[in-house]
């Protein structure tokens, strides 16, 4: 089991979670990062005391500092805090639950310096995978899932061989508009998109959820963290989320690890792996869900799955591009300038840009990210 962790983006809905299951296990927490929400990470160094806390917005370093004056610890900011934290030379393992590319540095930090990560940011290994897993395979660095379906993947080949492996079959919720019609969709709102039916999340995951791109990110999360081809994997939707995912072998068994949705489940995974311990989580009655139901994805109604699928036969920096147009456009809907199906839209023109740089570097990804941006913005006319 882990001992000493550093834990990125704490006030978020992973983060906050996490310190709860760090607190049940009695984790030492070495250092804790925020992005602006100064009032909670105050009261979250007070209770774990952390070496060092970070605030990622600049503007509020002086005052987080006047606030922990009391306590032994040193702040630091922005990115380059980030990375300090991500480095820690007594933490074991890094947990990254940040939002987005931001977390792409930091797990690169974190890897180079040797350490083990326990990745809840997603978009990191979608913008920058090939990256990732070589800086990992190069400095002995090991990469635990914490999303939910990759943890339940990770969990279902273990004492199996990789090349036994037929399908990963990757479960989808369907979000909040399963079912609905691209009529319905075009007039969706904010707080429609963010009522989720069974996980309470991020808004910027709620937001991917309901345009099912979260689906196609997973896609792309699962080819690079079990180095499988996008055909190996098979996304069914199961509006239940009580099976998180499952992988088929070539004898045609299939092993699936199913719980009730907690995420607690996957983020202890990650820290006491191989051992189990008790989660706290509630005990799934297979009674109780008598019937547990999976569909094809809709396709035609949801296309961003199929769009992730493109952005990763074509490879190179197509995911990247994927990611961030994607990235900016939820932020558009989020803040009311765009419409709902307006997200999948730049996204798909977005692919389409050409003189795409294949060379894969922390720059070339940066700067493509920056690049598909401004694509987006001007787009819309902003
Ligand atoms: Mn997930």
């Known amino acids: 089991m882990v001992k000493n962790l550093s834990l990125l983006g704490s006030t978020g809905s992973i983060g906050t979670q996490a310190l709860s299951v760090v607190d049940n296990l009695g984790i030492n927490v070495v250092s804790l990062t925020a992005n602006k929400n100064i009032k909670l990470i105050e009261q979250q160094s007070r209770k774990f005391k952390p070496e060092l806390v970070c605030i990622f917005d600049e503007s509020l370093y002086k005052k987080l500092k006047l606030n922990l004056k009391d306590c032994f610890l040193r702040v630091v900011s922005g990115a380059e805090g980030l ?57 002995d660095s090991r990469i635990f899932p914490v999303d939910s379906e990759h943890s339940a993947i990770f969990q279902c080949i273990q004492g199996n061989k990789s090349k036994q492996i037929s399908k990963i079959i990757l479960t989808a919720s369907g979000g909040p508009f399963w079912g609905k019609s691209r009529k319905w969709l075009e007039n969706a709102t904010i707080e429609d998109a963010l009522n989720h039916p069974n996980w309470k999340m991020g808004n910027k995951i709620s937001i991917d959820s309901a345009t099912m791109m979260n689906k196609g990110l997973e896609l792309i999360e699962a080819v690079w963290l079990f180095d499988k081809s996008p055909n190996d994997v098979e996304i069914v939707v199961h509006p239940q989320s009580i099976l998180h995912s499952a992988v088929k ?131 819309f006319n902003i």
């Open 83 to 139: 990375c300090e934290a991500a480095s820690m030379g007594s933490a074991d393992m890094v947990l990254n639950s940040l939002v987005g590319i931001s977390g792409l540095l930091p797990t690169m930090c974190a890897i180079e310096s040797g350490k083990d990560v326990a990745l809840a940011n997603k978009e990191t290994l979608v913008a920058g995978g090939e990256l990732v897993i070589e800086a990992a395979k190069k400095h």
């Open 249 to 379: 072998y070539i004898d045609n068994s299939i092993i699936a690890q199913l719980g009730f949705p907690d995420m607690r489940i996957p983020i202890q995974y990650a820290l006491t792996y191989p051992d189990r311990v008790d989660s706290g989580a509630e005990s799934l009655s297979l009674t109780k869900y008598s019937e547990l139901n999976f569909y094809e994805p809709d396709h035609k109604t949801f296309k961003c799955i199929n769009i992730c699928r493109k952005a990763i036969d074509k490879g190179g920096l197509y995911p990247t591009i994927v990611n961030a147009a994607n990235e900016r456009a939820v932020e558009l809907f989020l803040n009311g300038t765009i419409k709902f199906l307006d997200i999948e839209k730049c996204v798909l023109e977005a692919i389409k840009m050409q003189n795409v740089d294949n060379i894969i570097s922390i720059s070339s990804i940066l700067q493509i990210d920056k690049k598909t941006r401004m694509f987006v913005d001007n787009y």
